[in-house]
């Protein structure tokens, strides 16, 4: 699976067609009623004259935490991402990390919540495409993980 994701970013990032530069979407992250919208790093989108501007990837390290937006959840929770009109192209990757910035797991189309309580990081990536472009997006929140009692 691994694999299949490395190629398919590779693919998406080697190809393209012109597009207006805003080939990346509002992402929402939502358990329960509580939302949130997380921080985001654009790795690389078109420009509109079909060439690309290039960031690097964020390690978990180079994040700034209090850029970061919390999205509390209890253990039985399930946290849904939703993403405005454009098509996702390919799979989601998660990373879950502890306070320690040790990362617990890493997997795709789903987001684990951890049965302990305390405070965790998610990073994810979304890989956006449509007929305006093609984007990949980098996104960061923290997790704040409590009994199901919390209002």
Do not use: H
Not at 32 to 46: C, D, K
Not at 88 to 114: M, R, T
Request: proline share 4%.
């Amino acid at each position: 699976m691994r694999r299949l994701f490395s190629l398919l970013l590779a693919v998406l990032l080697l190809s393209g067609c012109a597009g207006d530069g805003k080939a990346y979407g509002t992402v929402t992250l939502t358990a329960g009623e509580r939302s949130v919208s997380p921080y985001a790093n654009i790795y690389q989108e078109e420009t509109g004259d079909g060439t690309f501007t290039e960031l690097p990837f964020l390690s978990f390290e180079e994040v700034d935490r209090s850029l970061l937006p919390t999205l509390t959840v209890s253990p039985q929770d399930e946290i849904t991402v939703k993403t405005e009109d454009r098509k996702v192209a390919f799979p989601q990757k998660y990373s879950l990390y502890d306070e320690n910035g040790d990362q617990l797991y890493a997997f795709y189309d789903e987001i684990l919540i951890p049965e302990e309580e305390g405070t965790y990081f998610l990073s994810f990536i979304i890989l956006w495409g449509d007929e305006t472009g093609n984007a990949a997006g980098q996104y960061f929140l923290i997790l704040e993980v409590k009994s199901s009692s919390f209002s």
